[in-house]
């Protein structure tokens, strides 16, 4: 299944074991628009270390989740140049009526026909099929490749 990742979603699997390996689900194509990795760079050191403090974990361990998450994106999402959905901004744009930070992601499934991957009701009525953490998670237990 093709799917271009909303940002919050991809920050919040990234910081659950579960969702890194949801993430690294063969049964993926996972995309990222590169003006989204941009934002979750800056949003996952914030996350991490708000999770650390919380509970007062060493800082290596910190550094070591923040590593880890990067590592997962870098092996199971393509991040994809602003080249590949540029060409559709204004569409995509037109479409993003809630939220029009949301283009670069409309943009990309586009281009690439694929889906969404969000628990934001921002991508509804945009025109393009959009799949929640959970309907995503029940599809692939239904559609188990063992």
Avoid: K
């Avoid at 910081?15 to 690294?24: D, I, P, Q, T, V």
């Avoid at 060493?58 to 070591?64: A, F, L, Y």
């Avoid at 590593?67 to 901004?89: F, H, M, P, R």
């Avoid at 998670?137 to 490749?145: G, K, P």
Wanted: glycine share 4%; proline share 3%; with cysteine.
């Amino acid at each position: 299944m093709r799917l271009v990742v909303d940002t919050s979603v991809l920050v919040g699997e990234l910081l659950r074991a579960a969702g890194r390996e949801r993430l690294g689900d063969d049964r993926l194509e996972l995309y990222l628009p590169e003006q989204m990795w941009d934002e979750a760079r800056v949003e996952l050191p914030r996350r991490v270390g708000a999770f650390a403090r919380r509970r007062h974990l060493d800082h290596t361990i910190r550094d070591t989740l923040v590593a880890a998450c990067v590592d997962a994106v870098e092996a199971n999402v393509v991040i994809l140049d602003q080249a590949i959905y540029a060409a559709l901004e204004e569409e995509a744009r037109d479409r993003s009526l809630r939220d029009p930070a949301d283009w670069p992601v409309i943009a990309s499934a586009l281009a690439l026909s694929a889906d969404i991957w969000t628990n934001d009701n921002d991508f509804l009525g945009t025109g393009v099929a959009t799949w929640t953490t959970d309907t995503l998670r029940r599809w692939l237990e239904r559609n188990r490749s063992d």
